[in-house]
Nanobody
Framework: QVQLVESGGGLVQAGGSLRLSCVAS????????MGWFRQAPGKEREFVAA????????SYADSVKGRFTISRDNAKNTGYLQMNSLKPEDTAVYYC?????????????????WGQGTQVTVSS
């Protein structure tokens, strides 16, 4: 199993930045594709970004492309989501998750392990 713990959420004004972290323990972090998802109140959980096991390949939702950057440091068993130019519509609980496959998957149900989430609130 993989245990995931997110941190770095908080309250920020529109246009501001936050950096989320996801620390993994258990099995070898570098063996997993990592993804970030978010869920706003009253909405379904949605894909935000994903990164390959080596960190070479990434994928982003259109809504965050150009503003968010996903990265990982396998030596530290940690993944990151740098969020810039934040908008009120980015307000949500953000979750990291891992997938044991090879491809950079954007489908929520393909991910096996999830963190508990961290709240991001963007004020206008």
């Amino acid at each position: 199993q993989v245990q995931l713990v997110e941190s770095g959420g908080g309250l920020v004004q529109a246009g501001g930045s936050l950096r989320l972290s996801c620390v993994a323990s258990g099995r070898t972090f570098s063996s997993y594709v990592m993804g970030w998802f978010r869920q706003a109140p009253g909405k379904e959980r949605e894909f935000v970004a994903a990164i390959s096991r080596s960190g070479v390949r990434t994928s982003y939702a259109d809504s965050v492309k150009g503003r968010f950057t996903i990265s990982r440091d396998n030596a530290k068993n940690t993944g990151y989501l740098q969020m810039n130019s934040l908008k009120p519509e980015d307000t949500a609980v953000y979750y990291c998750a891992t997938n044991a496959g090879i491809a950079v998957i954007t489908t929520l149900y393909a991910y096996d392990y999830w963190g508990q989430g961290t709240q991001v609130t963007v004020s206008s």
